[in-house]
């Protein structure tokens, strides 16, 4: 079992620890176990405080089945699968997003993990294997093809006491920093690191604490496999500003012919794999494969998965995490994944197409979005989330997404930048997002601040179907601060932004078919240039919308407190990046008195353009191709 810890005892806005408020005292238990496919099993749950059991529903709901008798519940699935039995409503009942505005009740959830049996598991017999028993120390070296890890609870590398106890605000402060790159701070933390042309076994009774990379560029041919666990839960974050420093849980730089099957990550306190293919593709460096690898994170910055450079196939996935779930093209060059499952309790998004790398093509079919939502549904983006990038990402396809969420806090879709050719097909999503009033603070900024009203036009603080999806070929400034990427404005440049050649086919959000969407008020904002896009197979046309109309300058309080507010509470470290153009005149960040606002500092009320679906086909010259180059890829850090 996992838990949602406490932040600090202070009991502050710093979320440097990470956990989110809402979230406290959560847990989430889970069970393990290798079947044969076709095979039929059959599982009792029953509560362990004695209640009765009256409702329980699987999810995907094509995976499995439940049926309750008796106060408990019966499980039954055939062959590998993974699941999750919702108990009687907690999650399918209760709209447990907004937990920065609304109490909810913590919540418990019990998940199925039917893997795949492994039929080659290594011998501890075999002379071969290298075995390590738990409390031993991990060998950097040896002459084995094989490490196996022993049944019980392995320390990868001894963790500093100040990294793993509980922030005492009243104790001195030693300068702790609990992270990998400073050798000489205190609280330097060790990473374990893994060999080319090794194997890796983690059984499912293994439970290994502590992170993995590899030394340096290049790592190959590795085999990491078993049901077993990596966790991050003893790792306490200490760095907040003016970024989390702590380590990444599994992070490999350079690979090329690897392939990661089986391992559960937990409780992360930062991404939990981050994963970078080789720069080029040849006979020495094949691509690499992930299957069957499951996170469960609690943490923000406990992103799921990413891979970057040549992979072949990322399948079967199960990603409930507190940030984004996974990149689903930036930086990775034609991966095909398939089988996703994501889960988003309190932050971040399903599939976010580019962040740290602006550039890369893929696919995504057969997947699922169970739950998404949001502790503050300011910060939301969507489903599928291009986060104001004017990236080079082109050539994605999207087929048969089911989004299940009775009460999703953020719409379907959120493109804001550039992106060419992406192609969306069988999508459904059962309902509109879920936040249908804006809150008196964001209704009252949003009149000199349209992005309050998530670029809505007019004064309502009514959001007819909750958060609008947006197409919007724009980005709002920003800047690189501190490892983070920050807005420094409110208004879209449109210059050089496109989004070109996207298609919708079978996509419909709570029954509704996306071109009627497209015409409904407050469902879809479109501005900017908008190229080529078809629905079901007829082109729509855009008129050039007009320029957007400055508003009078917001005088300093007002402008900082529309930001502060907004943002403090989660997400200081922006903040306290920002400088004196902005959040530096803010006496709620800095407690200092506002100095006049440079003459430059406008806000602009968004424009929603008007849409006319043509019944003609689409002409092959509609379509950009866009460019993309064979050569070397960004690598990120």
Known sequence: MTESLTRYPDNTDDMCNGYFPGLQTWT????SFEVAEGEPIELEVTKLDGGAIV????HPAARGDAAVAGGKATVTLTGPRQL???????MDDTN????????????????VFANPIISDRPSPDDPDVRVVLPGEPLPTQFPESTLLFAPGVHELKPIPACCSTPFDPSAPDIGCRCTTNNASAPGHVESYHLLSNKRYHIPTDAWLDGHIKNDGWGIGFVRIDGYGV??????????????????????????????????TFVDGSNHHVTLIGWTTLDEAHPPNNMNHVKVLGWRANGDGFHVFQYWN?????????????????GGARAVHMERIVTWNDANGVPFIFTAASNHGTGTLVDSDVLYHRKANPNWCGGIFDLRNS????????IRNVRITDPFPTCPFLDMTGSITNVHFINITMANHSSYRQLDDFSCTSSLTNPGRRFDLPGTSCELPYGIPNRLIAGVIP????????????????YDGVSLDGLSFDNVAVAGIPFADLLTSDGAVITQGSINGLTIDGHMVTFPSPPPPSPAPPASPPALCRGWCAGHSASWSTKCFGWGAATCGACPECHGLTPPGLSSTATLSTATLSTNALSTEPPSAAAFSTGSFSDGTFDVPP
């Open 55 to 58: 409702k329980a529903v699987v």
């Open 313 to 329: 196939r990322v399948t079967d996935m199960w990603l409930r995490t507190q940030d984004d779930s996974q990149y689903l093209a």
């Open 84 to 90: 999750t039995v919702d108990i009687n409503g907690a």
């Open 478 to 493: 920003t800047e690189h601060v501190g490892g983070n990427h920050l807005t420094t404005g409110t208004e879209y440049v």
């Open 390 to 397: 004017n990236s080079t990402i082109h050539d994605v396809t």
């Open 230 to 263: 990596i966790s991050g839960r003893r790792f306490q974050r200490r760095r907040c500003h003016p970024y989390n420093e702590s380590p990444q849980q599994f992070k490999l730089r350079g690979m090329y012919g690897c392939n990661i099957t089986g391992v």
């Open 96 to 111: 447990t997003g907004l937990s920065n505005f609304v109490a909810v009740d913590p919540v418990h959830t019990f998940t």
């Open 28 to 31: 989430a238990s889970w069970v």
